[in-house]
């Protein structure tokens, strides 16, 4: 019996020993691009999504620092950036590309069937997806249009307002339903 727990504690110190080794060895990630990543914030943000122009060091190539809204899975709104270069025409097809993309790092998949501007306002039509992103919530749901909607109105300045539609007809899931021409957000 002596001989076991005599194993036993053996065992749990060399564990102990190799987990305390193990740690001193590790050294942190280095952020090598802190302008890139996401900034939790809200919609109360007084610098709010941005477009700003930047020289890389080194480099002939000028990029332009896009700020757009995203929602993380729990269905909070958040604030992140990417660089775009200079000569790319910021449009609201654009800025979608990176929201959704953005949307699908947190699992919310959605796919948009067209964009277009009307008179001052950007009419987005998805495809059934949108309901898909509707059975997960009311919260995640208006998280995800308003996450558009404010990117859009923030960076496009020809844009007013957002109505959003459903394979080109009217707006309607579980949670909300909106005529065809229904503005969702205005500026």
Same mark, same amino acid.
């Given at each position: 019996?002596?001989? +076991?727990?005599?194993? &036993? ?7 102990? +020993?190799?987990?305390? =080794?193990? #740690? ?7 952020? /090598?691009?802190?302008?890139? #990543? ?11 999504? #941005?477009? %700003?122009?930047?020289? $890389?060091?080194?480099?002939?190539? *000028?990029? /332009?620092? =896009?700020?757009?809204? #995203? ?8 604030? &992140?950036?990417?660089?775009? %270069?200079? *000569? ?5 097809? =654009? ?7 953005? =949307? ?24 059934? %997806? ?14 995800? $249009?308003?996450?558009?909607?404010? %990117? ?8 007013? &307002? ?7 007809? &009217?707006? *309607?899931? /579980? ?13």
């Amino acid at each position: 019996m002596k001989r +076991i727990v005599k194993w &036993a504690l053996l065992c749990a110190f060399s564990v102990f +020993i190799c987990a305390v =080794l193990i #740690s001193c060895k590790k050294e942190p990630w280095p952020d /090598t691009d802190p302008d890139i #990543s996401a900034v939790p914030s809200g919609f109360d943000d007084p610098e709010g999504p #941005s477009v %700003s122009k930047y020289e $890389l060091p080194n480099n002939d190539t *000028s990029v /332009t620092k =896009l700020g757009y809204y #995203s929602v993380d899975s729990s269905g909070r709104i958040i604030r &992140a950036t990417s660089l775009v %270069s200079e *000569s790319k025409e910021i449009t609201p097809e =654009l800025i979608i590309g990176y929201v959704t993309d953005s =949307l699908e790092d947190e699992s919310i998949v959605l796919k948009v069937d067209s964009i277009s501007i009307e008179g001052k306002t950007c009419v987005i039509s998805f495809d059934d %997806s949108i309901r898909t992103v509707a059975s997960e919530g009311i919260k995640l749901e208006t998280a995800v $249009l308003d996450a558009i909607s404010q %990117s859009i109105l923030d960076n496009i300045d020809s844009v007013d &307002a957002m109505c959003f539609r459903i394979n080109n007809e &009217a707006y *309607s899931t /579980t949670n909300l339903k909106f005529s065809i021409d229904s503005v969702y957000m205005e500026r």
